[in-house]
């Protein structure tokens, strides 16, 4: 999201300085100076619209991953501790960082110098925002490790029963 939320923006300003040819003879009659803020402003309605959506999706998926390890495997206590901390930094996330970012946003979108203030609560939530990100992606690799790791001890059981089917006791089955 934060890559999609970058070329967003980005998109915004290719969009004024070369334009198709439909849009570029309506765009000669305004002024460029007074189109880029709107553009951007747009492209950061988009990009907040998008980051509260995925916040949604996020939670969806990690609450129907904690249910699936909880009700659908019999691992331990660690990786179902590892998807309720996934699950709960998720919530957080979206409940208190991403409505934060959309209202410093909206505030200091036609702002030319937003106040010191509305930058730093910008920035602090921004790096809030990366940071949650960055302990996700963590989280996630170390429940991956977890997965793989329980896997390959479930596999080396299933040998053994497998080589049960050939002791005497169990004959009746292949006759």
Do not use: C
């Amino acid at each position: 999201m934060l890559w999609v939320a970058a070329d967003n923006v980005a998109s915004a300003e290719r969009f004024l300085l070369s334009p198709n040819s439909y849009a570029a003879a309506y765009l000669k009659t305004l002024d460029h100076a007074q189109l880029s803020p709107l553009t951007r402003y747009l492209a950061h309605e988009q990009n907040r619209s998008l980051l509260e959506s995925w916040g949604v999706v996020q939670i969806i998926l990690a609450g129907l991953f904690f249910s699936l390890l909880l009700f659908g495997t019999r691992l331990g206590k660690v990786p179902l501790a590892v998807a309720l901390v996934m699950l709960i930094l998720v919530i957080a996330e979206r409940v208190a960082i991403t409505p934060g970012m959309a209202m410093v946003g909206q505030y200091s979108d036609f702002k030319l110098d937003p106040s010191h203030r509305a930058r730093v609560a910008g920035d602090a939530l921004n790096y809030g925002y990366k940071m949650a990100e960055a302990a996700k992606f963590g989280l996630g690799a170390i429940m991956a490790a977890l997965l793989i790791w329980q896997e390959r001890r479930r596999s080396l059981d299933s040998r053994k029963q497998v080589d049960l089917v050939d002791k005497a006791d169990y004959r009746h089955i292949n006759g």
